[in-house]
């Protein structure tokens, strides 16, 4: 069974700091990799998503690795501001139609 | 597009009452998902709709819940009779997949029930 950890469950740091939030998965035959964001009392907002055969997907600040081989996903974000504090989960899918699976994500606080 | 609807947003109920919760995928999309999120489980899968039929239902905790989807813009989860334990976040999300190529589109989440049994 598919099993995802996310370290640290929180973090804070100071505005302007680059910051790494990490993802393992314990079966690295998946299909894709998928990151979100989730801020207090709302939903989930798809931030990347990266296919198998991927090493890495950027979107603005936000870059999103992947090594499968070693069951690792790391989200870096550039230059935080207080705006991207939020909870952040990765989950990823085994197969093309499978569902996915997640981590308990990290919680993230950028002070000003 | 608005994206996927659930209602209510808001639910407090006192145990033993039957809870419907409401959700209405983007348009164009041909799978629903029904899932929970807890401080202490996280978010967990309980029910997966391809095409308004049930694929996976193995994440649904007990009897006390069922999930229908009559047709491809609705679906409803009901707990009868709902328990304190039950009180969590329920959010659907609905996606494209296409089973021809085997491919998963990315998931879009509703906002989310909050529901409160006493």
């Known amino acids: 069974k598919q099993e995802v950890t996310q370290i640290p469950a929180a973090l804070s740091v100071p505005e302007g700091e680059n910051l790494v939030l990490n993802c393992s998965f314990t079966?690295?035959?998946?299909?894709?990799l998928q990151w979100f964001r989730q801020d207090p009392g709302k939903g989930l907002t798809s931030l990347l998503l990266i296919q198998s055969s991927q090493r890495e997907q950027t979107s603005g600040r936000l870059n999103a690795s992947l090594d499968k081989s070693s069951g690792r996903s790391t989200l870096y974000i550039a230059a935080s501001q207080p705006g991207d504090s939020a909870t952040y989960l990765c989950a990823v899918r085994v197969s093309g139609y499978s569902t996915l699976t997640f981590g308990k994500g990290t919680m993230l606080l950028v002070s000003p | 597009d608005a994206g996927v609807i659930q209602s209510p947003r808001h639910e407090v109920t006192e145990m033993g009452q039957e809870v419907t919760l409401r959700c209405k995928p983007i348009?164009?999309?041909?799978?629903l998902f029904w899932y929970r999120q807890t401080m202490m489980r996280g978010l967990e899968l309980l029910i997966y709709f391809n095409n308004n039929v049930p694929i996976d239902d193995s994440g649904m905790p007990e009897d006390r819940f069922s999930a229908k989807m009559p047709n491809a813009s609705f679906s409803t989860l009901k707990i009868q009779p709902s328990e304190p334990r039950d009180s969590a976040v329920y959010f659907c999300?609905?996606?494209?997949?296409?089973?021809?190529?085997?491919?998963?589109?990315?998931?879009?989440f509703g906002p989310g029930t909050r529901l409160t049994v006493t």
């Open positions: 348009s164009g999309h041909n799978s």
């Open positions: 079966d690295s035959a998946i299909y894709n």
């Open positions: 999300a609905s996606s494209f997949v296409d089973r021809l190529t085997r491919t998963s589109y990315e998931q879009y």
